[in-house]
């Protein structure tokens, strides 16, 4: 089946490139179109995994855009991956669903827009295959846990859970001991927060991954309805390593007492029906669940009818290039398991006919 790839030469997609030459990789897909944000490369005929970023990296000219088009207007089973972060390439989600062409996702942004957004993508999804598993927690099994209580009929009454690698992180140093400014330069040095850290403290990414875990468990949730307090408020005036000065004395005061009371700080989304839903910084104590996770690792406390007084816990590495590609490419698997038997089934009526 061919498949292109969007963001080939980001992180998540340069790795799932490596993890698709891999010989032991068996994915019945063919790539056939990589780009990036300057150029694009279609070869009808195939790409070499192994070699298309060096291609990418050599070619001028071309466009994701392009691409997209070359992909609606071909064959089908096909199947785009989107590994950018990139509204301008969401935008296209909805559209190469209706028009046949499968999609595969750690893109946050389709599926947190609207409501009406997203149930337009739903709808087409329900006859052509997509997958974004990796869209909240990377590789751990958040959505699909999720999907499966809705299944059989459970209803999830409560989600506690931090979601975000990066603040995971700097609150994981931060408890060390090391100052807020030394945190985020490091998070921002092994390239777990944007060069700019700004855009990682406002808790835009921890809100949207709770909007698509609500709307896996069927609640229809606006992005806007989740109340959100960004970890830090760092005016624009100044460079953020400046700005951030302005907080040590209090987090260092904070940090004491989250000692002297035995309890940790982690940025929390949470929903109850009862409550709605809210992203801030939390204070825990230390026995409770949340509390327990140290530097990119998420945690997911899931409360549901069935489950009762004992909810589902999910814990582990929720962040990290490896595992988001490998993730990416367990759910291309996912997508191809369904298209493929329904490609045979589409092409069964005209076997019966030659027959006829
Ligand atoms: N990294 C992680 O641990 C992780 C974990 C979970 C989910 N994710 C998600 O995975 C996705 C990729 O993350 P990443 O860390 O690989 O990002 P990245 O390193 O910044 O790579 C992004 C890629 O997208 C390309 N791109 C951006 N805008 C584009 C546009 N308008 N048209 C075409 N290509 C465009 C970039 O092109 P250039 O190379 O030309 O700049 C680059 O190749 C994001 O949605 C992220 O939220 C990442």
């Given amino acids: 089946m061919p498949l292109a790839l969007i963001g080939a030469s980001g992180r998540v997609g340069a790795d799932l490139l490596k993890l698709l030459a891999q010989p032991a990789i068996d994915a019945p897909v063919q790539l056939v179109g990589v780009a990036n944000s300057r150029a694009a490369l279609w070869q009808a005929e195939g790409l ?4 298309a970023a060096e291609r990418l990296r050599a070619q001028a000219g071309g466009s994701a855009e392009a691409l997209i088009e070359q992909l609606i207007a071909g064959e089908r089973p096909a199947l ?3 590994c950018t972060a990139s509204a301008a390439i969401a935008a296209h989600s909805a559209r190469l669903l209706e028009a046949g062409v499968s999609l595969v996702t750690p893109n946050k942004i389709a599926f947190a827009g609207t409501q009406r957004d997203y149930q337009r993508l739903r709808q087409a999804a329900l006859t ?7 869209t909240v927690g990377a590789g751990l099994p958040i959505l699909s846990t999720i999907r499966r209580l809705r299944a059989a009929g459970d209803r999830l009454t409560a989600i ?4 975000s690698g990066t603040l995971g992180s700097l609150l994981t140093r931060v408890h060390d001991g090391v100052s807020l400014r030394q945190a985020l330069t490091e998070a921002v040095h092994h390239g777990l927060a944007e060069p700019d850290p700004r855009i990682d403290l406002s808790g835009q990414d921890v809100r949207r991954k709770l909007t698509i875990m609500l ?3 069927g609640v229809e949730i606006e992005p806007g309805a989740i109340a959100l307090d960004p970890l830090l408020h760092l005016g624009s005036e100044q460079p953020w390593d400046e700005a951030v000065g302005a907080h040590e004395r209090d987090w260092l005061g904070l940090i004491q007492d989250a000692r002297r009371s035995q309890s940790r700080f982690v940025y929390r989304a949470r929903w109850s029906l009862a409550d709605g839903a809210h992203v801030a910084l939390a204070l825990v104590p230390d026995a409770h669940p949340l509390a327990g996770a140290r530097g990119t690792e998420n945690r997911v406390v899931l409360h549901s009818e069935y489950q009762g007084d004992t909810p589902i816990v999910i814990a582990g590495a929720g962040a990290g290039v490896r595992i988001t590609a490998a993730a990416v490419l367990a759910d291309v698997q996912a997508v191809c398991e369904q298209l493929l038997p329904l490609a045979s089934v589409r092409e069964q009526p ?3 006919r030659r027959i006829a």
């Fill in 48 to 51: 070499a995994p192994g070699l």
């Fill in 160 to 163: 506690e859970a931090t979601l």
């Fill in 128 to 134: 052509t295959p997509a997958a974004w598993s990796a």
């Fill in 350 to 352: 005209v076997r019966l």
């Fill in 80 to 82: 785009l991956v989107d």
């Fill in 215 to 217: 709307r896996e468990a």
